[in-house]
C-alpha cells in the first residue's frame, strides 16, 4: 500500500540532515541502500495478533551519493508492507485501522521534523551574524574597547571610508599594548579568515572550531558585513 499526499514525497534534502531525522525516529536504514537509493524502514507489530509490518520510506539520490556528507535525497512516497515469514514482505494487503493509524501519525511527525530542518537549513551565517559598530584607523583604541564592552564582542572590525574590511582589533591586542591614547592602526591585525555571508551556520562553526576561533568577520566583496560568534552558531545549530 502506497500513501499518498503524506507532504513526504518530492521532498529535497540533505542526505545528513535525512539520516539523522530518520534515526530519531527509528526509521533504520540498514542495508537497504546502494549508491543512488535508499529505503528506510520502519518495523511495528501488531500487539493483538503478533503480526510484523513495515513503513518504508525511499528516496534517490539527484546530487552526489548516497553517505555523502554532500548527497541530496528526494523522497519518494511512503508504503505500507506486511511480513510473511519466511516469504518475505508483501503490500497488497488490507490492512487493519490501528496499523494505519500508527503509520499516519509517524509520517506526520516525519514532514514535520523535516520541514522545521529544510527551513532550518535555509538560514544562511550572515542571519545569525551580530551588526557590531566597526572603527577606523585613525580611532583610539579605548574606542575599540568601549565598543567591545557595549556590544559584548572580543574582536572589532576596522574599516575604511568605503567599508571595506582593512583589519580587526581584539580585546587581547589592546591590554598587551597598554599604552594610552594610542590608535587602533597601533595595533591592528589582518583577521585570521574571513567568512562569507551565503555559508551554512555548520560549516562556519567546523572551520571555527578547527582552528579554534570565537569570533570571525563576515565579509562580501571586500566589504564587512558582520561579526560572528562560534557560541552563537552553536545555539543556533542546536536549537
Not at 9 to 20: M, Y
Not at 26 to 39: H, I, P, S
Not at 72 to 91: A, D, F, N, Q, S
Not at 196 to 207: D, G, V, Y
Request: net charge negative.
Amino acid at each position: 500500500m502506497k500513501f499518498d499526499k503524506t507532504g513526504l514525497e518530492s521532498t529535497i534534502v540533505q542526505f545528513s540532515i535525512l539520516d539523522h531525522i530518520m534515526h530519531e525516529n527509528d526509521l533504520v536504514l540498514a542495508g537497504q541502500w546502494d549508491y543512488e537509493r535508499v529505503t528506510y524502514d520502519y518495523k511495528f507489530e501488531d500487539m493483538t495478533n503478533g503480526d510484523v509490518y513495515y513503513l518504508r520510506v525511499p528516496g534517490v539520490a539527484i546530487e552526489g551519493e548516497v553517505e555523502s556528507a554532500h548527497a541530496v535525497i528526494k523522497l519518494g512516497k511512503p508504503y505500507l508492507g506486511k511480513h510473511y515469514y519466511p516469504h518475505g514482505v508483501e503490500y497488497d494487503e488490507e490492512f487493519p485501522k490501528n496499523i494505519l493509524n500508527t503509520c499516519y501519525k509517524k509520517l506526520d511527525m516525519l514532514r514535520d521534523e523535516l520541514g522545521a530542518a529544510l527551513q532550518k537549513s535555509m538560514v544562511s551565517v550572515a542571519e545569525v551574524a551580530k551588526n557590531v559598530t566597526p572603527c577606523k584607523k585613525e580611532d583610539s583604541t579605548s574606542n575599540a574597547a568601549k565598543i567591545m564592552k557595549d556590544e559584548h564582542v572580543t574582536m572589532v572590525p576596522v574599516v575604511d571610508e568605503s567599508s571595506r574590511l582593512v583589519g580587526i582589533v581584539t580585546d587581547r591586542a589592546i591590554a598587551v599594548s597598554g599604552e594610552p591614547g594610542s590608535k587602533v592602526e597601533d595595533v591592528m591585525e589582518n583577521p585570521p579568515m574571513t567568512l562569507s555571508p551565503n555559508m551554512k551556520p555548520e560549516e562556519a562553526a567546523r572551520i571555527m572550531n578547527e582552528h579554534r576561533l570565537t569570533e570571525l568577520p563576515i565579509v562580501e566583496e571586500e566589504k564587512f558585513v558582520g561579526l560572528v560568534s562560534y557560541f552563537n552558531l552553536k545555539e543556533h545549530i542546536n536549537a
